[in-house]
């Protein structure tokens, strides 16, 4: 059975900084293109970062270009995504993603987390 299991969020007032953990089991990572996703209240869920199977490529959404920074240990078969900076507007449920495809980005994510919440106080 797949699990991908998201760790690290919390309340944080802007300007601070957060580091959110994705372990995952059951399925190995190391070939497979990665991602971040996020779901404000009332908004679609949208894509925040991905990665690709080796690490040395990544995308990130116009809005945290700059900010946050997603990684991954294929060894420990966990993916991360660094904010800093965040804004009010980074609140949201991020939710790790996995797919079956080695390129970023993509949109066909088969494997989710069930997320955890970010929220950036003014």
């Known amino acids: 059975q797949v699990q991908l299991v998201e760790s690290g969020g919390g309340s944080v007032q802007a300007g601070g900084s957060l580091r959110l953990s994705c372990a995952v089991s059951?399925?190995?990572?190391?070939?497979?293109?990665m991602g971040w996703f996020r779901q404000a209240p009332g908004k679609e869920r949208e894509s925040v970062a991905q990665i690709n199977s080796g690490g040395a490529t990544t995308y990130y959404d116009d809005s945290v270009k700059g900010r946050f920074t997603i990684s991954r240990d294929n060894a420990k078969n966990t993916l991360y995504l660094r904010m800093n900076n965040v804004k009010p507007e980074d609140t949201a449920i991020y939710t790790c993603?996995?797919?079956?495809?080695?390129?970023?980005?993509?949109?066909?994510?088969?494997?989710w987390g069930r997320g955890t919440q970010v929220t950036v106080s003014s």
């Open positions: 993603a996995a797919t079956y495809g080695n390129i970023c980005p993509r949109p066909d994510f088969v494997y």
């Open positions: 059951g399925w190995m990572i190391n070939m497979k293109c």
